[in-house]
Structures are given as structure tokens and as C-alpha cells.
């Protein structure tokens, strides 16, 4: 095993299965063809035309649009189409910097192929010349990944709170990180995928922090997330991530990140460009 297999686990896409979800012409997401068949049960609201789903175009405004798509989602939620339903609405749009065209519940995004957006927190500590990193086992009741290795903290990015207010919330809820410790979290990046999972087609954009953290602190979950938090030597770190599917699929790819920029994998290592390149291979 490789580093490069944990690239791979997160590249697994075939386009032809897909058609693009268009809004007011702009594509916004990407559809497998037999939801997409699905769909065709409501074309009041979403409408198959020339090889595309395209929201009805009399849905005019973020409001309409998003109610309509709401009251579909529910129905389909109801017929099971969607584990884990949180109530969390996610922005729908052509990127992240441009204002939602819509929302919509966040167990839906991988099923509409919508582009979702996270934030990862590397917490780690200077012990002379080693260093090491927190690592937080994900909770046996998680819906998505139980039990898998996963950052310090880490969330998904909803709609209505910035990236930096996100990070603080989830710290605190996931660490009991308190937000004068938070403030001096570094934001150095970003990685990106487009891979198919069980739960749908999965476009994410991880954006990356790191914060170097007093020897003293030690994490404390609060919102029962979080099964056990660990202090290890980056050298298990990279062994772990290398060598095993432990870590959770995408947070295996912000551990190599943190490798490579920290040092730990250095650019005549074999795999180099290819990872340099497969951690912003998303779509």
C-alpha cells in the first residue's frame, strides 16, 4: 500500500453515469442517470431537458428555489433515499466565493452531486525536535465513517457562517478548544476530490488549518462525535495514513497534505508530483 492508494480511494468517477444539474444554465451539480429517472417525478421542480436535470425555470429566486427543492427532499427522505438527515442546510451554487443559488439538506449534496465545502483542523505538538499529532477516533454512532481515524476537529461548512466562525464552533464542540486558542489557528490550503461513495458522488473542498498546540491541552469531545482522542508521533501518523485505510477517505488526504508541507514527505520521494497533483483533483 501507498500513499498514492488513498489518492485513488478518493478518484473513483466515471462521467458517463452522470448528468450535470443545471440552474438558470449554470451547472451546479452532477446527477447519476438513475436518480436523475427519479426525479422526473417531480417536474415542477427539477425538469430532464437536452441531457441535463434543470431546475424548473419558474422557480425564480433563492427562496422559491429553495423551498421546492426542500419539499422534494422530504418526500424522497421518506421513501429512504437519504441516510442520515441532519436539518443542516448546505449552499448550491457554481462555487464557493458566489452566492448560493439555493440550499439544501446536507444528506442530499452527495445524491445531486453538489460541490460541499468542510473545514479540517490539524492539531499537533512540539516535543524538541519531534513533533506530534492529535488524532481523533470517530464515534462508533457516527452515520458516515464509525470508528475511522479522522483530524483533531473537522466538519462540514454550512450555509450562513463563515469558514473562520465555522472552525470555532466545531472546536468547540468537538474539543472544548476554547476560541482564544482557536484564533491562532493558520489557514494553509486546501484539498479537493470528486469520488463516488455509497452515499453518492461526493465533490468536496476541504479547506486547511493547523494550529500548533500548548503541550498541556488536551481535547475534550462534548458533542459525542468523538470516541477517544490520541497523541501520536507523525512518523505513526504517516505509517497509519500509508499503510492501512484507517483514516477516514478524505482525511487521509489532509494528513498527506500536512506531510508534504510540514516536510515529512519531501519532493524526491517517488509518489511526490503525483500526490502534489491528487490532492486538488476535484471537479
Given at each position: 500500500?501507498?500513499f498514492s492508494?488513498?489518492?485513488?480511494?478518493c478518484?473513483v468517477f466515471d462521467?458517463?453515469?452522470?448528468l450535470?444539474?443545471r440552474v438558470?444554465g449554470?451547472e451546479?451539480g452532477?446527477?447519476?442517470?438513475?436518480f436523475?429517472?427519479?426525479?422526473?417525478?417531480f417536474p415542477?421542480?427539477?425538469?430532464?431537458v437536452?441531457g441535463?436535470?434543470?431546475?424548473?425555470?419558474?422557480?425564480a429566486?433563492?427562496?422559491?428555489?429553495?423551498?421546492?427543492v426542500?419539499g422534494?427532499?422530504?418526500?424522497?427522505?421518506?421513501?429512504?433515499c437519504f441516510?442520515a438527515w441532519r436539518e443542516?442546510p448546505y449552499?448550491v451554487?457554481t462555487g464557493?466565493?458566489q452566492?448560493a443559488?439555493?440550499?439544501?439538506?446536507?444528506?442530499?449534496?452527495?445524491?445531486?452531486g453538489v460541490?460541499g465545502?468542510?473545514?479540517?483542523?490539524?492539531?499537533y505538538?512540539?516535543q524538541?525536535?519531534?513533533?506530534?499529532?492529535?488524532v481523533a477516533?470517530?464515534?462508533?454512532d457516527?452515520?458516515?465513517?464509525?470508528?475511522?481515524?479522522?483530524q483533531?476537529?473537522a466538519?462540514?461548512?454550512?450555509f450562513?457562517?463563515?469558514l473562520?466562525?465555522?472552525?470555532?464552533?466545531?472546536?468547540g464542540e468537538?474539543?472544548?478548544m476554547?476560541?482564544?486558542?482557536v484564533?491562532?489557528a493558520?489557514?494553509?490550503g486546501?484539498?479537493s476530490?470528486c469520488?463516488e461513495?455509497?452515499?453518492g458522488?461526493r465533490?468536496?473542498?476541504e479547506?486547511i488549518?493547523d494550529?500548533?498546540?500548548?503541550?498541556?491541552?488536551?481535547p475534550v469531545n462534548?458533542d459525542?462525535?468523538?470516541?477517544?482522542?490520541?497523541l501520536?508521533p507523525?512518523e505513526?501518523?504517516?505509517?497509519t495514513?500509508?499503510d492501512?485505510?484507517?483514516f477516514?477517505?478524505n482525511?487521509s488526504l489532509?494528513?498527506i497534505d500536512?506531510?508534504?508541507?510540514?516536510?515529512?514527505?519531501?519532493?524526491?520521494?517517488?509518489?511526490?508530483?503525483?500526490?502534489v497533483?491528487g490532492l486538488?483533483s476535484?471537479?
Open positions: 500500500m501507498s492508494d488513498r489518492i485513488a480511494a478518484s462521467a458517463a453515469r452522470y450535470p444539474l438558470d449554470a451546479m452532477l446527477i447519476e442517470q438513475g436523475a429517472e427519479t426525479l422526473r417525478r415542477q421542480v427539477f425538469q430532464l437536452g441535463a436535470v434543470r431546475l424548473n425555470p419558474s422557480l429566486g433563492f427562496d422559491a428555489r429553495t423551498a421546492a426542500d422534494v427532499l422530504r418526500e424522497l427522505n421518506r421513501e429512504g441516510p443542516e449552499p451554487g464557493f466565493a452566492p443559488a439555493f440550499t439544501m439538506e446536507r444528506a442530499a449534496t452527495p445524491r445531486f460541490r465545502y468542510g473545514v479540517h483542523l490539524n492539531g505538538v512540539r524538541g525536535k519531534d513533533l506530534l499529532m492529535w477516533r470517530r464515534s462508533l457516527k452515520a458516515m465513517a464509525p470508528g475511522k481515524l479522522d483533531i476537529v466538519g462540514g461548512q454550512p450562513g457562517l463563515s473562520r466562525d465555522n472552525l470555532v464552533k466545531e472546536c468537538e474539543a472544548a476554547p476560541p482564544q486558542l484564533a491562532h493558520v489557514g494553509v486546501a484539498v476530490y469520488t461513495r455509497a452515499e458522488l465533490r468536496d473542498v479547506f488549518y494550529l500548533e498546540l500548548p503541550a498541556d491541552f488536551t462534548t459525542g462525535e468523538v470516541a477517544a482522542f490520541e501520536w507523525i505513526r501518523v504517516a505509517a495514513v500509508r492501512t485505510d484507517d477516514k477517505f482525511c489532509v494528513a500536512f506531510l508534504i508541507r510540514h516536510g515529512f514527505v519531501e519532493p524526491d520521494h517517488p509518489e511526490y508530483q503525483d500526490l497533483h486538488r476535484g471537479r
